[in-house]
């Protein structure tokens, strides 16, 4: 199972610039909003893109969705881990919680 991380850890992260974001959502989701500096991989991209996105696999990478219900922030971060990425945590609560808290996005 993958560590979580919080809403004000995943913040000062992105804010530090210490973490790779991975929307898990992608494709016109990505484009409509994500959250900062966020990469778009959905569940069907990763063994084709994840060298190529994430060369670092001792990096730190958060992986999100739309709310805790989604299930494609685990499903990135678990294939993720299972091709050798050490540091990969879900941010469970997911875009939604992010705008509920008044955070800010992007848009492509």
Do not use: F
């Not at 219900?69 to 294939?79: E, L, M, T």
Request: proline content about 5%; hydrophobic content about 40%.
């Amino acid at each position: 199972m993958t560590a979580l991380i919080t809403r004000d850890e995943l913040r000062a992260a992105i804010d530090d610039g210490t973490v790779t974001v991975i929307d898990a959502l992608g494709g016109e989701y990505h484009a409509k909003q994500h959250l900062p500096g966020a990469l778009a991989l959905a569940p069907t991209e990763v063994d084709a893109r994840a060298a190529a996105l994430l060369p670092d696999r001792d990096a730190a990478i958060v992986t999100y969705c739309s709310n805790s219900a989604c299930p494609n922030s685990g499903q990135v971060a678990d294939r993720l881990a299972a091709l050798g990425y050490t540091n990969v945590r879900k941010y469970r609560e997911g875009i939604e919680d992010w705008v509920d808290a008044g955070l800010p996005t992007e848009s492509a």
